[in-house]
């Protein structure tokens, strides 16, 4: 088998991942954790699921992928308000508010669906994204426009140095009238938008139907890609591509003819496996924003 012939089929698998990491790094560039991406991909994932049943149902067709993925990345972009409130506003936990948002994603997708479906899962639609000339899917374009944009939002605007400020040091960018919580809201919900536009990805590449195992973990992946990759755009980047890498190889080895013999348990846990090496290999190298994790209160230092 040629492995070339297979670049699309990875490169499919990695972009959701990729776009979701982007975000991760925004937040935490802030100076917030947000592990709710995991749930907010799986509510962008349901939305989208809905969307174009529904559309396709009707008679709209392909014309609702572009509908499915901004609603996808508006309720994730919704729904990461509350984990806003809750670091922000509140200084709660931020660990305990994300996993509340990832048991919240788990009951309220299921409960849509019993709603909308009468059952624990949307219903399968037709035809998803398909992919074009060259075999790659539009999905991997919208990761790459997201990752340029990114980077220059992050290094080349006074709105990526404010958030990169805000994460580093927040009261010393209050002093010079940076507005910490507004940077710190921006870096949330940018976060949320782009882990709901992924699980839209997912849902409509890899599946043809929203399930409470479509996201499978991929939020926590990409979580570690932002730790992985050094809060940096391009390392982020290689570090999706590693682990998103590591889960195509449970579609493609199937096609593999000297992998064929291994039993598939084993590429499942693959990426799951290499991540977890990636950061006992990276821990104790502190790359990452002094502040991240740290709530701010204005005058309390």
Known sequence: MNILLQIPTILMIVAPILITAIGGMFTERSGVVNIALEGLMGLGACAAACCHYLMEAAGYGRYSLVLALLLGAFVGW????????????????????????????????????????????????????????????????????VVIIAWFVMFKTPFGMHLRACGEHPAAADSVGI?????????????????????????????????????????????????????????????????????????????????????????????????LVALILTSGKDYAPQANGIPYEKGAS
């Not at 909308?116 to 426009?145: Q, S």
């Not at 999706?240 to 590429?267: C, D, H, K, W």
């Open 78 to 145: 919704a729904f990461s308000l509350i984990h806003a409130v809750a670091s922000i506003d509140l200084k709660a936990d931020q660990t305990i508010s994300g996993t509340g948002i990832n048991l919240l994603a788990d009951g309220l997708t299921i409960f849509v669906a019993q709603i909308l479906f009468h059952a624990d899962r949307t219903k399968e639609y037709k035809i998803g994204m398909l992919p074009d000339k060259i075999g790659m899917y539009p999905t991997v374009y919208i990761a790459v426009a």
């Open 179 to 275: 507005n910490v919580r507004l940077m710190r809201y921006s870096g949330v919900m940018i976060s949320g938008a782009l882990a709901g536009l992924s699980g839209g990805c997912i849902v409509l590449t890899q599946t043809i139907q929203y399930t409470s195992g479509t996201i499978g973990g991929r939020g926590f992946i990409a979580l570690a890609a932002v730790s992985f990759g050094r809060w940096t755009p391009l390392g982020v980047t290689g570090a999706a591509i590693l682990f998103g890498g590591m889960q195509a190889m449970g579609v493609i080895a199937t096609n593999i003819t000297s992998l064929r013999g291994i039993p598939s348990e084993y590429f499942n846990i693959l990426p799951y496996f290499v991540t």
